[in-house]
Structures are given as C-alpha cells and as structure tokens.
C-alpha cells in the first residue's frame, strides 16, 4: 500500500541550507508544494491545468515536525497521501524521507499536514472541489 | 497586558506576493524568524549574540493557522507570546495582524506556534537554554 | 552631494546566509528591489501608489559586482543612484555599503546597476514614464 | 557542437511567480546556480564532491539580460557554456530558452555570465582551480 504511494523527488538547493548546514525550515513549505504539484500531475491533473480551468488553492493550516535535518548534497523523497476531503477542503499528508542504502533504511526528517481550500482563480472566493481534482483526491 | 507584548512590523517583498495577489504561505515562517530574532533582541539578547555565544534553535515543530491573506503594499505587525519553557525547548506564539485604522480594528490574518530545541552553534547537539535566552523568554 | 542620497538599510535574514556564512547572491537582487521601493517611498511614490496608478517596472538588465560578503549580524545600507532616464526606461545604481565604526570607513561589499522598463500592471506591455515616477527619477 | 551543450531543466516554482505572472528575477541567480551544479555533475564533479574535496565558489560578477519571462506552467532549459578559464576564476554563460514545440523554435529568456572564484571551503580565501574542476572547465 505505502509503496504505492506517490513519491516526489527533492535535491536541496544550495542556497536553501544555512548557517546550520541543513535545510532551513520555510522551504519545507516550498517542497510541500511542490510534491502538491507532482502529485496531481502524476494522478492526471497538472497544476496549471487547474489554474486554467479557474482554480486554486489556498492554505488554511499547516502543520510540520522535524526529527532530522537535510544537508546539501542529500537527497529525500517526499510521499503524499490523503487525509481527508471535504467539500471545498481537502487534507494532504507528508512524510519526507531521507534516501536510505535500502528504502527500508529510509529516514523520515519531516512529516506534514495541510489542509487546502480551493479558491477561484479569480480571487472570488471558496469554491466546491471540481471534479477533476476530486478525482486525485480519491484515486490518492 | 497582551497590550505590552512585542510587537515585530513586516512589509511583503513584492516578490514574496504570489499569483493570488497574496503573500505565500512560506514566507509566514520567515517572519516568524525575523520575529524571533526582533523579540530576542528587545528583550536584551541579539541573535547574533546567542550564536557568538555558542547557542541556536532548531525548529521541532510549528503550526499555521490563515485566517486572511496579506497583500503587497499592506503591512502588519506580529505579537509575540511565550507559551512554554522546558529545560533545552520553548514554545512561542505568533499573531499576525494587519494594521487598522485603529488598533482594534486590527485583522488577525495568522496564528503561529512553534516549540524550539536549543543547540550548540557548533553541530553537536542539543543544550539547556542558556541562563541569557531563559532570562527573555521568563520576562516575555 | 553623494551624502544626500538616499540610503534603504539592509539587515540579512538567518535564512539569506548560506554554508559559506554570508548573503547568498540572489538576495542581493531582493535588497535592490527593495531599495527601489524604499528610494521611491522616499521621494514621494510608494511602490504601491505606483501599482494603483496602473504601472509596474520590468527588469531587462542587472549586472552586480561583489568585493566582500555581508555576515548574519551585519548590516548593511544601499546608496540609490539614478544613472539614466529614457523614455520607457531608466537606470539607477546601486552601492551596498557595509556600515563601519565611522561613515568614511563604510565598505562597498557590492554594486549594482539595472535598467527597468516601465509597463502596465495589466500586463498589457511598455509604457512611458509617468509623470509622477519621472519627478523622482529627476530629483534622485 | 551547441547542440553539444549541457542543457539543465527548469520548472517554476508557483511561489517564484509574482504579481506580474512571470519569475520574479532573483530565481534566475538560483537557475544559474541550480545550472552550474548539474553542468558539473554532468562533467563527472557532483558539487557536494567539491565541497568534500575542501573547495567551493564565490561569485564576483553577474550580468542578466533579460527578453521575456517565464509564467507559472511553463518549462525552460538553461545552456551552460563556458567563457573563460584563468588560475583561480572562470568564467561561465548562460543562456534560458523557453522549451517551443521544436527546438529552433525555443525562445530566449535570459542571458547570464557569472565570474566565479574558487574559495577554500573553510573560509580561508581563494584558491587555484583544481584539477577536478578544470577538467570539467575544459571539456565544457
């Protein structure tokens, strides 16, 4: 089952690491979305598919623990899963996994939580999930 | 009371507004950043002190809350509160406020909260809070 | 002469510096943005007043110069100069200027110079100056 | 023998896309360095290897021209040539061009050149190439 799950490749940028020689936090968020992105795209639905079709989202929670840091030159995998999917809101988990020699050797440095709300693109306000994207959502 | 905590004000970058006209979500942790470091610094102890002093923060955990978004051109002040102190973590509350005409017509557009580790500046790990950052975070 | 002009201070975040313990190169052009805004606020037009007005600048050259880096802890200020103003286009410069125990013994840690066209914040293309930026660009 | 050339992929980010629909221009200072680490990966000299071997780089002098941006959706492949070779410092181009449905139809975005100077990795100044690097400077 965990297996099957989508997982979204990430490779720190230089300048994301500082001082401290890991990852500084705000660029989790910045990964997160990005694996949002992937993850729609592999279960058929580009981002800026939805974008055209009048669009988007926008975060109302997040939540993130760390256990472990990311330096750069390694590399992780971020999976997504579903958490829960309402009827203008949907809840995405995940877990960013540090590349291990064995992927059960995998570490996990970060787990996340995001709760989304879909929003015209417009800027008019909420609106229901459309069908295209509840289709991932349920597929996920 | 609430009336006395620091205050920290930020201005979006232009470039830190997004398509939707508002600012992206991973920003809101680097203000909370800047936060930490202005509140440190008002409380008697610059950032930059804390590092000479051999001592830095690790995020282990925050949380977001949006209520509103923020708007380049707008400004907003972030208060922030002590919520917890252990012996080598703390916890700290972010509010984020768009400026009002009047200070209570001021619009709570983000919650924070964040529990910090203290660590060595040096990469070897976790360290009680230093008498200099206890001696803030009890005033706060 | 050069002491009246205008100076947008600058105090890097901790996320900005990088493995190598200074400014990452990129937010330089973050700091010059944001000079631009603080030089225009300065001379009468906040950025966002420009927006309002239905303009925006587009950047079609910058060229930077770096001769020392900026620590976290530093700070630092940008010294605004316009080089040329054109039709569509102007050119300002810009000197970051380490601040030292004495005025005289600031350090240039780099200069820029970047050429912004004018457009439409409809996107709708280039525009003439208008009369109120070039009122700026003529007493800078 | 341009054909030849290292082409590195890019892919906006949603939240490197401001107001204006386009990347905001520092992005490009992280494509070019993005760029410069897969250019040499390519070569046979991941960077994290150099930074290993005790060297990494500072960048002394960049230029951008810039003739359209690049929304949100849309994909771009960044040239990476080299100009010049000297004892401590190289020289290197950049040229970012929108993916067309053939490739003589790829459209130019950007134009970069970057000075580069090879710094010791722990702080203590510059340093002739290595033969490491050269290698890679030499068949580019």
Redesign the interface.
Known sequence: MSDARYRHPISP???E?????VV????Y??YF??AL?GWLAAGGL???QL?ADGY?V??????????A?LA??ESAEIEVGVDQVGRTSFTLVFEVLRAGAEPEAAVRLCRGRTVYVV?ADD?SGKREIPASLRAVLEAG
């Open positions: 940028r230089y300048l690491v500082d001082r401290q020689g500084f936090n705000m660029w968020l910045a979305d990005d992105a580009p981002y800026p974008l988007d926008s975060l109302v929670h997040t939540e993130l623990d760390w256990t840091g750069y030159g929003v800027g």
